[in-house]
């Protein structure tokens, strides 16, 4: 399948290296990037136009331990079932796990943290699951939006880079991503659920593009040298339990 516009060409298919099958993206970009994607540990590679099958079929053989060790990881890795909104749910705010206790009240809706332990979820009677999740979501939403500017204010001097604007939404892949031509960061909705170093790591990981790109031993030695335990943060990622998505390719 190939996919055109004015702009750029890109070009899709498949291959099938080691029993494991590759999604191949060609478009205009200089390097050759190979990543595992959950929830079942997708391979995709996107490589230059100029770069040819067996080019990424070496390059893919050249990583065939690590993808299977990232594969094994999302198998293994623990997922939430699809959530029904109702009490003694288990939901996660800041890497802390919260029981979730439904209150219908003729107000507006509302969620409140009681304790180490309750999430209080304060809707209308005869809410339906999808109103309650949509009521959760904005709070999420609400508590990045307050805690993010704080972390952009402290890093961006010290990194000496200034984001245009920011923003958050739901992301299958990524847990941030960054434009540098616009100047503009993304962090996913999901970071609410996570512990906040965890979110702090991501915001510093997302402004360092704006210094450089690619993931390459210049960015690898500026995460290093201003976020010296980022691997835990990355690993605390990795471990915590999978949303329920019905993911679509």
């Known amino acids: 399948m190939t996919l055109r516009n004015t702009k750029v060409t890109t070009e899709i298919h498949h291959l099938t290296v080691s029993g494991i099958q590759v999604e191949v993206i060609r478009k205009d970009i200089k390097n050759l990037h190979l990543g595992v994607y959950p929830p079942s540990g997708r391979v995709r590679v996107a490589a230059p136009l100029v770069v040819s099958d067996e080019a990424v079929r070496l390059a893919v053989i050249g990583k065939l331990s690590w993808i299977r060790r990232q594969k094994t990881k999302f198998a293994q890795q623990p997922r939430q079932s699809q959530r029904e909104m109702i009490n003694g749910e288990s939901h996660y705010f800041l890497g802390q796990r919260y029981r979730l206790r439904v209150h219908e009240h003729d107000a507006p809706a509302r969620v409140a943290v009681r ?108 995460i290093e040298t201003h976020v010296p335990h980022w691997r835990q943060y990355r690993e605390m990622l990795s471990q915590a339990p999978l949303g329920h998505e019905e993911w679509k390719y």
């Open 115 to 222: 304790g180490i332990a309750s999430l209080d979820l304060f809707v209308r009677p005869g809410t339906s699951a999808g109103q309650r999740e949509a009521v959760l979501l904005r709070w999420y939403r609400e508590q990045l939006k307050a805690l993010i500017p704080p972390l952009l204010e402290k890093w961006q001097p010290i990194l000496g880079v200034q984001a245009a604007a920011w923003g958050i939404k739901k992301m299958k892949t990524k847990w941030g991503s960054c434009n540098p031509a616009s100047r503009r960061v993304w962090f996913n909705l999901e970071l609410a659920k996570k512990p906040v170093q965890c979110l702090e790591y991501i915001v510093v990981h997302e402004l360092v593009h704006l210094l450089e790109r690619h993931h390459n031993e210049r960015f690898a030695a500026l």
